[in-house]
Protein backbone atom coordinates (compact mmCIF):
# COMPACT_ATOMS: atom_id res chain seq x y z
CA UNK A 1 0.00 0.00 0.00
CA UNK A 2 0.96 3.92 -0.84
CA UNK A 3 -1.02 4.88 1.82
CA UNK A 4 -1.67 8.73 1.22
CA UNK A 5 0.12 10.34 -1.63
CA UNK A 6 -0.05 14.39 -2.16
CA UNK A 7 1.20 15.89 -5.54
CA UNK A 8 3.34 18.17 -6.09
CA UNK A 9 5.64 18.28 -3.14
CA UNK A 10 6.73 21.90 -3.80
CA UNK A 11 4.70 24.63 -5.33
CA UNK A 12 5.72 28.30 -6.25
CA UNK A 13 1.86 30.56 -7.60
CA UNK A 14 1.50 34.12 -8.66
CA UNK A 15 -0.97 35.82 -6.84
CA UNK A 16 -4.35 35.27 -9.03
CA UNK A 17 -3.39 31.54 -10.92
CA UNK A 18 -5.22 29.13 -9.78
CA UNK A 19 -4.07 25.14 -9.53
CA UNK A 20 -5.12 21.95 -7.97
CA UNK A 21 -3.43 19.82 -4.73
CA UNK A 22 -4.03 16.49 -5.67
CA UNK A 23 -4.85 13.40 -3.10
CA UNK A 24 -5.19 10.21 -3.43
CA UNK A 25 -5.22 7.20 -0.76
CA UNK A 26 -5.55 3.22 -1.50
CA UNK A 27 -6.73 2.20 2.10
CA UNK A 28 -10.53 2.57 0.84
CA UNK A 29 -11.07 4.83 3.48
CA UNK A 30 -14.34 6.83 3.70
CA UNK A 31 -13.37 10.06 5.60
CA UNK A 32 -10.63 12.30 3.72
CA UNK A 33 -9.82 15.98 5.32
CA UNK A 34 -7.57 18.65 4.13
CA UNK A 35 -5.53 20.81 6.29
CA UNK A 36 -2.99 23.10 6.04
CA UNK A 37 -0.44 24.08 8.35
CA UNK A 38 1.51 27.42 9.58
CA UNK A 39 3.76 28.49 12.25
CA UNK A 40 2.45 28.86 15.87
CA UNK A 41 -1.05 27.29 14.44
CA UNK A 42 -1.20 23.83 14.44
CA UNK A 43 -3.04 22.21 11.68
CA UNK A 44 -6.27 23.65 10.92
CA UNK A 45 -8.88 21.98 8.79
CA UNK A 46 -9.64 23.53 5.25
CA UNK A 47 -12.68 20.89 3.93
CA UNK A 48 -13.22 17.30 4.93
CA UNK A 49 -15.25 14.49 3.28
CA UNK A 50 -17.58 11.67 4.73
CA UNK A 51 -17.78 10.00 1.40
CA UNK A 52 -17.77 10.08 -2.31
CA UNK A 53 -20.10 12.76 -3.13
CA UNK A 54 -20.04 14.33 -0.03
CA UNK A 55 -18.17 17.51 1.34
CA UNK A 56 -18.55 19.70 4.05
CA UNK A 57 -16.19 23.36 4.71
CA UNK A 58 -13.97 22.81 7.68
CA UNK A 59 -12.81 26.07 10.28
CA UNK A 60 -10.95 27.82 7.25
CA UNK A 61 -12.23 27.08 3.67
CA UNK A 62 -12.72 30.65 2.12
CA UNK A 63 -10.62 30.45 -1.54
CA UNK A 64 -10.45 26.90 -0.99
CA UNK A 65 -13.04 24.28 -3.24
CA UNK A 66 -13.18 20.44 -3.04
CA UNK A 67 -14.93 17.61 -4.53
CA UNK A 68 -15.00 13.59 -3.93
CA UNK A 69 -16.16 11.61 -7.16
CA UNK A 70 -14.27 8.60 -5.98
CA UNK A 71 -13.55 7.19 -2.88
CA UNK A 72 -9.61 7.15 -3.61
CA UNK A 73 -9.05 10.90 -4.59
CA UNK A 74 -10.18 14.37 -2.80
CA UNK A 75 -8.55 17.08 -4.54
CA UNK A 76 -8.44 20.50 -3.27
CA UNK A 77 -8.22 23.66 -5.67
CA UNK A 78 -6.89 27.18 -5.41
CA UNK A 79 -9.60 28.90 -7.13
CA UNK A 80 -7.11 32.81 -7.09
CA UNK A 81 -4.27 31.90 -5.08
CA UNK A 82 -3.37 34.74 -2.48
CA UNK A 83 -0.22 35.28 -0.33
CA UNK A 84 -1.88 34.15 2.48
CA UNK A 85 -2.91 30.79 1.37
CA UNK A 86 1.24 30.15 1.55
CA UNK A 87 1.59 27.24 3.76
CA UNK A 88 1.73 23.62 4.18
CA UNK A 89 -0.77 21.21 2.68
CA UNK A 90 -1.99 17.92 4.37
CA UNK A 91 -4.29 15.54 3.00
CA UNK A 92 -5.34 12.79 5.69
CA UNK A 93 -8.03 9.98 6.00
CA UNK A 94 -9.29 7.55 8.15
CA UNK A 95 -11.82 5.19 8.46
CA UNK A 96 -15.76 6.15 9.84
CA UNK A 97 -15.15 5.05 13.70
CA UNK A 98 -14.53 7.85 16.67
CA UNK A 99 -11.26 6.61 17.43
CA UNK A 100 -9.81 5.81 13.57
CA UNK A 101 -6.08 6.85 13.17
CA UNK A 102 -6.05 9.30 10.92
CA UNK A 103 -3.31 8.76 8.10
CA UNK A 104 -1.35 11.81 6.27
CA UNK A 105 0.33 12.25 3.33
CA UNK A 106 4.12 13.76 3.11
CA UNK A 107 2.74 17.43 2.33
CA UNK A 108 2.52 19.95 0.03
CA UNK A 109 4.62 23.09 0.19
CA UNK A 110 3.05 25.84 -1.56
CA UNK A 111 4.41 29.82 -1.56
CA UNK A 112 2.49 32.23 -3.40
CA UNK A 113 4.15 35.41 -4.33
CA UNK B 1 -17.18 24.24 20.18
CA UNK B 2 -14.05 22.20 20.80
CA UNK B 3 -9.97 23.01 21.57
CA UNK B 4 -7.25 22.18 22.33
CA UNK B 5 -4.32 24.24 24.01
CA UNK B 6 -0.69 23.06 23.93
CA UNK B 7 2.45 24.49 26.24
CA UNK B 8 4.55 26.37 24.09
CA UNK B 9 7.93 25.38 22.72
CA UNK B 10 10.38 25.15 21.77
CA UNK B 11 11.71 22.56 24.23
CA UNK B 12 15.40 21.61 24.20
CA UNK B 13 16.38 19.06 26.70
CA UNK B 14 19.73 16.81 26.96
CA UNK B 15 19.64 13.06 25.79
CA UNK B 16 18.03 10.78 28.81
CA UNK B 17 16.10 13.87 30.23
CA UNK B 18 12.80 13.47 31.55
CA UNK B 19 10.15 14.91 28.96
CA UNK B 20 6.53 16.18 29.81
CA UNK B 21 4.53 18.70 27.27
CA UNK B 22 1.28 19.81 28.54
CA UNK B 23 -1.95 19.45 26.89
CA UNK B 24 -5.02 20.50 27.40
CA UNK B 25 -8.89 20.55 25.74
CA UNK B 26 -11.71 22.09 25.52
CA UNK B 27 -14.99 19.84 24.90
CA UNK B 28 -18.82 18.98 24.92
CA UNK B 29 -18.69 15.04 25.88
CA UNK B 30 -15.56 12.84 26.14
CA UNK B 31 -13.75 13.29 22.90
CA UNK B 32 -11.11 10.24 21.87
CA UNK B 33 -7.45 12.46 22.07
CA UNK B 34 -4.60 11.73 20.31
CA UNK B 35 -0.80 12.58 20.24
CA UNK B 36 0.69 12.98 16.45
CA UNK B 37 4.53 13.19 16.14
CA UNK B 38 5.89 15.16 12.89
CA UNK B 39 9.52 14.72 12.00
CA UNK B 40 11.38 16.70 9.97
CA UNK B 41 10.23 16.90 6.65
CA UNK B 42 7.95 14.44 7.20
CA UNK B 43 3.80 14.15 7.30
CA UNK B 44 2.21 13.53 10.91
CA UNK B 45 2.11 10.28 12.24
CA UNK B 46 0.07 9.02 15.47
CA UNK B 47 2.07 8.27 18.12
CA UNK B 48 -0.60 7.08 20.76
CA UNK B 49 -4.21 7.62 21.31
CA UNK B 50 -7.12 7.38 24.30
CA UNK B 51 -10.31 6.49 23.94
CA UNK B 52 -12.16 7.39 26.81
CA UNK B 53 -11.27 8.35 30.64
CA UNK B 54 -8.21 7.47 32.59
CA UNK B 55 -7.15 5.03 29.14
CA UNK B 56 -3.16 5.17 28.79
CA UNK B 57 -2.07 5.62 25.89
CA UNK B 58 1.40 4.34 25.00
CA UNK B 59 4.43 3.87 22.10
CA UNK B 60 7.60 3.93 21.78
CA UNK B 61 8.14 4.69 25.54
CA UNK B 62 5.89 7.77 25.08
CA UNK B 63 2.53 7.42 27.42
CA UNK B 64 -0.15 10.16 27.75
CA UNK B 65 -3.50 9.42 30.45
CA UNK B 66 -6.79 10.67 29.31
CA UNK B 67 -7.56 12.91 32.50
CA UNK B 68 -11.63 13.87 32.63
CA UNK B 69 -11.15 15.80 36.03
CA UNK B 70 -8.89 18.00 34.40
CA UNK B 71 -9.29 17.87 31.20
CA UNK B 72 -6.07 17.01 30.12
CA UNK B 73 -3.96 14.41 28.00
CA UNK B 74 -0.29 15.27 29.09
CA UNK B 75 2.74 13.46 27.17
CA UNK B 76 5.35 12.03 29.02
CA UNK B 77 8.83 10.30 28.17
CA UNK B 78 11.54 9.02 30.76
CA UNK B 79 14.31 9.51 28.94
CA UNK B 80 14.68 10.66 25.26
CA UNK B 81 16.72 10.25 22.84
CA UNK B 82 17.91 12.59 20.19
CA UNK B 83 15.75 10.71 17.41
CA UNK B 84 12.95 12.34 19.43
CA UNK B 85 13.63 15.41 18.18
CA UNK B 86 10.36 16.21 16.28
CA UNK B 87 7.21 18.45 16.38
CA UNK B 88 4.23 16.87 18.64
CA UNK B 89 0.64 18.13 18.06
CA UNK B 90 -2.37 17.08 20.79
CA UNK B 91 -5.44 16.81 19.02
CA UNK B 92 -8.67 15.98 19.91
CA UNK B 93 -11.53 14.43 17.63
CA UNK B 94 -14.73 16.65 16.79
CA UNK B 95 -18.01 15.92 17.76
CA UNK B 96 -20.28 14.24 15.05
CA UNK B 97 -17.84 11.03 14.08
CA UNK B 98 -16.96 12.65 10.88
CA UNK B 99 -13.16 12.46 11.19
CA UNK B 100 -12.41 16.01 12.60
CA UNK B 101 -9.29 16.47 14.23
CA UNK B 102 -8.90 19.70 16.62
CA UNK B 103 -5.08 20.65 17.11
CA UNK B 104 -3.32 22.18 19.23
CA UNK B 105 -0.55 24.53 18.18
CA UNK B 106 2.34 21.87 18.31
CA UNK B 107 5.50 21.94 20.01
CA UNK B 108 8.95 21.24 18.91
CA UNK B 109 10.96 19.11 20.59
CA UNK B 110 14.92 19.45 20.39
CA UNK B 111 17.15 16.96 21.80
CA UNK B 112 20.82 17.46 22.28
CA UNK B 113 23.45 14.86 22.47
Known amino acids: NAGVTQTPKFQVLKTGQSMTLQCAQD?????MSWYRQDPGMGLRLIHY???????DQGEVPNGYNVSRSTTEDFPLRLLSAAPSQTSVYFC????????????FGPGTRLTVT | GNSVTQMEGPVTLSEEAFLTINCTYTATGYPSLFWYVQYPGEGLQLLLK?????DKGSNKGFEATYRKETTSFHLEKGSVQVSDSAVYFC????????????FGQGTTLQVKP
Open chain 2, 50 to 54: ATKAD
Open chain 1, 92 to 103: ASSRPRDNSEQY
Open chain 1, 27 to 31: MNHEY
Open chain 1, 49 to 55: SVGAGIT
Open chain 2, 91 to 102: ASLGSGNTGKLI
